[in-house]
């Protein structure tokens, strides 16, 4: 066996096997878009206590609610034991459910 013939290749790093498995980083996306989601939340309560009859903040208040909301969801479905490989899942539902409701209740808002 000289030369290393039959030898085992070298264990990769910890690291690089942890990089390898959060290739996409869906998860730090998500996690991302709900921490801003919660400080535009909190700035579009207060700009809608100002102007209350403004179109465009009632739609955009609307979008970061379920944006957030969604996401919480998607945080509890992981908590609870969901496999975390289903990330991209997750979020395709997500955001499909968030556009069908952003839909369904802009149309109500409009039409009341």
């Not at 690089?16 to 801003?36: D, F, N, P, Y």
């Not at 975390?84 to 808002?109: E, N």
């Amino acid at each position: 066996m000289a030369g290393g013939e039959g030898a085992a290749a070298p264990a990769r790093p910890a690291w690089q096997e942890a990089r390898r498995s959060r290739a996409s980083h869906v998860g730090l996306w998500a996690w991302l878009l709900q921490r801003i989601s919660a400080v535009a939340l909190l700035l579009l309560a207060v700009a809608h206590l100002l102007y209350p009859y403004s179109v465009l903040l009632q739609f955009l208040l609307l979008v970061t609610i379920l944006t957030h909301g969604l996401l919480g969801v998607r945080v509890i479905l992981l908590d609870s034991g969901v496999n975390v490989r289903s990330h991209k899942t997750l979020l395709g539902v997500a955001a499909a459910l968030g556009l069908l409701l952003l839909i369904l209740l802009w149309r109500t808002i409009l039409a009341g």
